[in-house]
């Protein structure tokens, strides 16, 4: 259900100031249902968008963004639609200046950056599993439409959304597909990290099945399976699995 049809709505937007807007409906849990269209976007972030960008999210009616940026990477691109309720979940980054200072002392190699974002990705379980937490229990108010993102809507918001899709009982396979729709669709800041090395700014601007695999290697090791992680990380016993699902999922 990735393209667009007569029955079903665009997945990806295609707003020039933030490439990687899409919307996570339309997938099947396992129960036959369908994860409602038009409530839950994934994006980079909308401190880029241009006018006619700003004219289609107002469309959309979203009235809800919750960020995971760390606060320089926030300022450096404020929100453009001011009528849009900003929480903020900040996830300081942490791969590029590790980098930096691995480039620095001569001993950096693209696998080097990969396992970095490996790392990374195991982290956000390890450390920053109350910023998930929060995101679930805002979820589980009544904030839809909403758009969940941070700078480029691949890492952070990844799991976010991996996590999303999973409480709401979508298959394995079909998380994974949506994670690598960012392949597809996200355009890297070619000027960005000018100081770093070609292969290494391609390896760390795209994502891998074995980034959001480190996350979930991070979740066993800690709480077993993904769904001891969802009620005893995130908080989602019986009822508020329950109540999210009749939110978010169709009849």
């Known amino acids: 259900m990735s393209a667009a049809s007569p029955s079903y709505p665009s ?3 295609g707003l020039q100031g933030a490439s990687n807007f899409r919307d996570l409906g339309g997938y099947p849990s396992r129960d ?3 994860v409602r269209w038009r409530h839950l976007f994934r994006s980079n972030h909308l401190g880029r968008l241009t006018e006619a960008d700003a004219a289609v999210v107002r469309t959309l009616g979203i009235r809800t963004a919750f960020d995971f940026r760390g606060k320089e990477e926030r300022i450096a691109g404020l929100c453009a639609i001011a009528e849009i309720a900003v929480h903020t979940l900040p996830i300081e980054p942490s791969v590029v200046p590790v980098l930096r200072d691995r480039w620095s ?6 696998e080097d950056a990969l396992e970095l974002m490996r790392e990374s990705y195991r982290n956000y379980i390890r450390r920053h ?3 998930f937490r929060a995101l679930f229990d805002h ?3 009544d904030h839809a439409p909403l758009v969940i993102h941070c700078t480029a809507g691949k890492d952070r918001t990844g799991v976010a959304c991996a996590l999303v899709l999973s409480a709401l009982d979508v298959p394995d396979e079909i998380i994974l597909d949506d994670y690598l729709l960012t392949n597809q669709h996200f355009r890297r800041d070619t000027a960005a ?6 292969d290494v700014l391609e390896a760390i601007g795209t994502v891998q099945a074995s980034f959001l695999a480190a996350a979930l290697d991070a979740v066993r090791e800690s709480y077993g399976d ?3 992680y969802l009620r005893e990380g995130l908080g989602l016993d019986g ?6 699902q009749q939110r978010y999922l169709t009849s």
Do not use: F, M, Y
């Open 11 to 13: 997945r990806h937007l």
């Open 32 to 34: 036959g249902r369908h």
């Open 105 to 110: 002392a001569g001993r950096l190699t693209v």
């Open 129 to 131: 599993t109350p910023r």
């Open 139 to 141: 979820l589980l108010g």
């Open 193 to 198: 990290h000018p100081e770093l090395p070609q």
């Open 226 to 228: 993904i769904d001891s």
């Open 239 to 244: 009822p508020a699995r329950t109540a999210l």
